[in-house]
Nanobody, 118 residues
Framework: QVQLVESGGGSVQAGDSLRLSCAASERTFRGYAKAWFRQGPGKEREFVAAITWGGGRTDYADSVKGRFTISRDNAKNTVSLQMISLKPEDTAVYYC???????????WGQGTQVTVSS
């Protein structure tokens, strides 16, 4: 029902910043809980950050707390992940996800590659 497309990935050096964006195909996206996941080389997909549909609550994985910030822009039907102080360990394919219920994500994007070199 909702198509998600991530963008903003790329190759950066450790300590740099990067902002990922996820665009939705429908305006109903604004009413969905949204999240970011990632899957690094040889690792399972892991939770990164989430935000409620109204933006009143956010949650982050311990590994990214203080460095990553999830936000939304309802006018543009997007959700972003602002990343600072990137580390090589952050290298992964980042996926945008959304769902009707916080913590339950039925819609997923194709992913965008983030590579952090030391």
């Amino acid at each position: 029902q909702v198509q998600l497309v991530e963008s903003g990935g790329g190759s950066v050096q450790a300590g740099d910043s990067l902002r990922l964006s996820c665009a939705a195909s429908e305006r109903t996206f604004r009413g969905y809980a949204k999240a970011w996941f990632r899957q690094g080389p040889g690792k399972e997909r892991e939770f990164v950050a989430a935000i409620t549909w109204g933006g009143g609550r956010t949650d982050y994985a311990d590994s990214v707390k203080g460095r990553f910030t999830i936000s939304r822009d309802n006018a543009k039907n997007t959700v972003s992940l602002q990343m600072i102080s990137l580390k090589p360990e952050d290298t992964a394919v980042y996926y945008c996800a959304a769902g009707q219920v916080y913590g339950k994500y039925a819609y997923w994007g194709q992913g965008t590659q983030v590579t952090v070199s030391s």
